[in-house]
């Protein structure tokens, strides 16, 4: 595992240009959408009261306040909030592929910006934030740290990190994280997941998401889901860089493109489920804070943990 460097923070003026960008632009969305919906804090039996709601299976009845069950006729639970701060590590695929956009933006580009609104928010309650890179293999490392420096820094590392390694070894840096996250963390793990390479990553998920409280973000670009109807294209494969035609006029070519991409969002669908962990989809063509938003106000209202945004 690689240490932080310092080549992020002397970046060409047009990779600066970029990181101030996304730096304006999700200032605004934290003041103004994400803010209330961000949770910097387990719901644990903590010292400080935070709400009464429904009673769900597998809650503490030991936690049931019997008034406003008398009173309801339903049985209610109190949360409370645990007396520390929350540390966020986020996980950020730089594998070739991430760096595939056909609109606006990369899939990198799009990661970075959802990393920003996490930071940002993070920031403001106090919080950590950890970062780590990773393609084949664990690479650069940021310790959890606070502050705006660490936060701009955590920006810069994911736009200049140097893409590399043939697919994403999500199994790999789990590991690293499970041995050195010492105390309980909101995970984050921004992938395309396109390129998963081994088979036991879903096992070591399941393991990380029952030390952790996991969330996975799939970055996709729309051409990736549904092709257009250009008529024959070249392709080249940023992973395994071999180039290839394809005649988009043809509507089975289309039509087993876009059952492909089903094929493997599917695929990823059924192993978060197994390890009950919620996933949020952004697109780099649409507004990246909407759906991290829905993701963080399912989990607040207590909605079961395996389900998309």
């Known amino acids: 595992m690689a240490e932080g460097k310092k080549n992020a923070l002397t970046l060409a003026p047009e990779l600066m240009a970029r990181v101030r960008q996304i730096q304006i632009r999700t200032h605004r969305l934290v003041s103004s959408v994400l803010q209330g919906a961000y949770r910097s804090k387990f719901r644990g039996t903590g010292i400080e009261f935070e709400e009464v709601r429904p009673y769900m299976p597998g809650d503490d009845v030991r936690s049931i306040d019997w008034n406003v069950t008398a009173r309801t006729g339903e049985p209610h639970i109190k949360n409370y909030v645990e007396d520390r701060q929350l540390t966020l590590q986020l996980l950020v695929d730089t594998s070739r592929s991430m760096d ?9 580009e799009a990661a970075a910006d959802v990393c920003a609104l996490l930071s ?22 940021l310790a959890p740290d606070k502050g705006q420096h660490h936060v701009l820094r955590v920006v810069r590392e994911v736009m200049a990190a140097e893409a590399g390694g043939s697919g994403s070894s999500l199994a790999a840096v789990l590991e690293h994280q499970l041995r050195h996250l010492k105390r309980r963390s909101l995970v984050i793990v921004l992938s395309d ?38 008529g024959i294209i070249t392709l080249r494969d940023l992973e395994r860089r071999n180039v290839r ?25 059924a192993a978060l489920s197994k390890a009950h962990v ?18 963080f106000h399912r989990r607040a209202r207590g909605n079961r ?3 998309v945004a």
Not at 245 to 269: N, P, Q, Y
Not at 278 to 295: H, M, R, Y
């Open 100 to 108: 595939f956009g056909s609109v606006a933006k990369t899939k990198r």
């Open 305 to 307: 943990v395996g389900g």
């Open 245 to 269: 035609e394809i005649d988009t006029g043809s509507k089975r070519v289309r039509e087993r493109w876009a059952a492909d991409a089903r094929a493997r969002r599917e695929h990823l669908l």
């Open 193 to 230: 997941f396109l390129e998963v390479q081994e088979e036991d990553w879903e096992r070591v998920l399941g393991r990380a998401a029952r030390k952790h409280d996991v969330l996975c973000v799939r970055v996709f670009d729309p051409f990736e889901e549904e092709l257009p109807k250009a």
């Open 120 to 141: 940002y928010v993070a920031m403001s309650q106090q919080d950590q934030v950890g970062l780590c890179l990773f393609s084949d293999e664990p690479g650069l490392y």
């Open 278 to 295: 919620d996933l949020a989809e952004v697109s780099t063509a649409g507004d990246v804070a909407e759906p991290i938003v829905k993701v």
